[in-house]
């Protein structure tokens, strides 16, 4: 697999630190490693251009202090103002490095380029009217808007948006990822992303962001079963098994069937139609069960067939209600669950934490890897291993585009024989079609774009 970039929440941030530096002069190198880093990013992005720096009282303030200083080494006209003065050591010792001037929040002069290095990690209520009016007023007298760490007002370890905080252009992340940068809604505040290395030790890899997969290895010889035999179980709403099946076949599946009703033949195409109880599942890898099927009492004898044969499973739609409370029915089964938000509540019911903590508690109850889907998509597996997905694109939000997403992800599983693996790389590659696509999107456009 591919490295992916690790995400740590504020409390594994506090601890890597610790870790990290052991003693106050550690700490310090790694906030001049901060503010400095930023810095070298931020001299280009200004291009000339006045920067103006909000301090707030913590290290996110230390990390501004130090980021003016440097910014005025390099020979950028820089002006700091403060929200209130240094609360700890190092954001002192940051002040005192930076030496100049230092301002009110409300009393300085907007410029073209704003640091909003209010508050990052150690944002803990909302932003009050005092902090508020000003950094809306300086945003959105700027041309170009950068966060040390995060945009303040954005939840580090859950993306909730604590104000009606300002859009940046470009947020500098220093160590690790937070979940806050992926999570919506604080993401979409974020701008771009860029990583600044500061020595840090990595953390338990457990939380990641997701990338591009490598491509399932299928061997020069391969048989079409070897590239893995998917079958749909086709319900009330044929065309929905019809998208699954398609995107099975487009994501790399080598044989694909509809489970169809006795003697329905489908239209001629390569996708084989047969009666669900007249397959040999011994030689299926994958069955998708939940788009289309419907939720009568017919559906519900189609899905308790499935569920009997103890194969590898994809489970999307229709199955959420047919199941609904009931996560545990999903227990003994190597399945991958592909929810969105709605049929997550139909299925575990309120659960309590950020959407990481939802989706990780989720794959617990049903012993299963679920798939939460939304601009944010998150992945887990029982155990807690857990991937964020911002490789997406609000326009994948149309009809169809979940029975696509439920055949591709069927499609890796029978490639690559791993849930959690699989459920990654298809909403991905999900993702990526959704990002190639125009804004006149529908799911089929989704095949070609595969
Ligand atoms: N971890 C690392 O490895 C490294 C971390 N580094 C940097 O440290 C940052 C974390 O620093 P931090 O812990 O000092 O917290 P920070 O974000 O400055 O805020 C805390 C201050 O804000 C205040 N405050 C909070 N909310 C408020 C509100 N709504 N309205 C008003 N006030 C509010 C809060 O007050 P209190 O809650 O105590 O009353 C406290 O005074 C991190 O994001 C990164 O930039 C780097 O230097 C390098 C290595
Ligand atoms: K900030």
């Known amino acids: 697999?591919?490295?992916?970039d690790p995400v740590?929440?504020?409390?594994?941030m506090r601890r890597l630190e610790d870790r990290t530096a052991n003693g106050g002069e550690g700490l310090w190198r790694l906030m001049k490693a901060a503010g400095e880093g930023a810095a070298r990013h931020a001299a280009i992005r200004a291009a000339g251009r006045g920067v103006l720096v909000l301090a707030g009282p913590g290290n996110n303030g230390g990390d501004g202090y130090v980021m003016a200083s440097a910014l005025k080494r390099f020979g950028v006209n820089v002006a700091v103002a403060a929200l209130a003065s240094p609360g700890t050591d190092l954001c002192k010792r940051a002040a005192e490095l930076w030496g100049g001037p230092v301002q009110p929040l409300d009393q300085a002069k907007s410029r073209p380029v704003l640091v909003d290095a209010l508050f990052g990690t150690g944002l803990s209520r909302t932003l009050g009217a005092d902090v508020l009016k000003p950094l809306l007023t300086h945003a959105e007298a700027a041309e170009l808007v950068l966060a040390l760490d995060l945009p303040s007002g954005v939840g580090s370890d859950d993306g909730t948006l604590l104000p009606d905080?300002?859009?940046c252009d470009e947020t500098y992340a220093f160590g690790w990822l937070?979940?806050?940068?992926l999570l919506q809604p604080g993401a979409d505040h974020v701008g771009r992303i860029t990583r600044v290395d500061i020595g840090l030790a990595p953390p338990s890899p457990e939380l990641f962001r997701n990338q591009a997969p490598e491509k399932a290895a299928v061997a020069p010889t391969a048989h079409k079963y070897d590239r893995g035999h998917v079958v749909v179980a086709a319900g009330a709403m044929p065309g929905a098994a019809f998208l699954s099946a398609r995107a099975a076949q487009r994501g790399g599946a080598g044989f694909v069937t509809i489970g169809a009703e006795n003697?329905?033949?489908?239209?001629p195409t390569s996708i084989v139609y047969r009666a669900l109880h007249d397959l040999d599942l011994?030689?299926?890898?994958?069955?998708?069960a939940g788009p289309g099927l419907g939720r009568d009492d017919h559906a519900a004898e189609i899905a308790a067939f499935v569920l009997e044969q103890q194969r590898a499973m994809?489970?999307?739609?229709?199955?959420f209600s047919l199941f609904a409370g009931e996560p545990k029915r999903f227990r003994d089964l190597d399945a991958i669950l592909t929810p969105h938000e709605g049929e997550f509540g139909r299925l575990f019911g309120e659960l309590n934490g950020s959407k990481i903590d939802r989706v990780r508690r989720a794959a617990d109850l049903c012993g299963s890897v679920v798939v939460l889907k939304g601009r944010d998509t998150v992945i887990a597996a029982p155990g807690g291993r857990a991937i964020i997905n911002d490789h997406a694109h609000p326009r994948?939000?149309?009809?169809?585009?979940?029975?696509v997403l439920a055949g591709i992800v069927a499609a890796e599983f029978a490639m690559r024989g791993d849930a959690f693996v699989a459920a990654c790389a298809g909403v991905w590659r999900q993702g990526d079609a959704g990002l190639r696509a125009t804004d006149s999107l529908i799911a089929e456009d989704l095949l070609d774009l595969l």
């Open 1 to 4: 697999m591919t490295s992916r």
């Open 8 to 12: 740590a929440t504020a409390e594994q």
């Open 165 to 167: 905080a300002p859009r």
């Open 178 to 181: 937070k979940p806050g940068h």
């Open 263 to 267: 003697g329905d033949q489908g239209p």
């Open 282 to 288: 011994d030689r299926v890898d994958v069955i998708i």
């Open 314 to 319: 994809v489970i999307d739609g229709d199955m």
């Open 396 to 403: 994948l939000a149309v009809a169809g585009s979940g029975d």
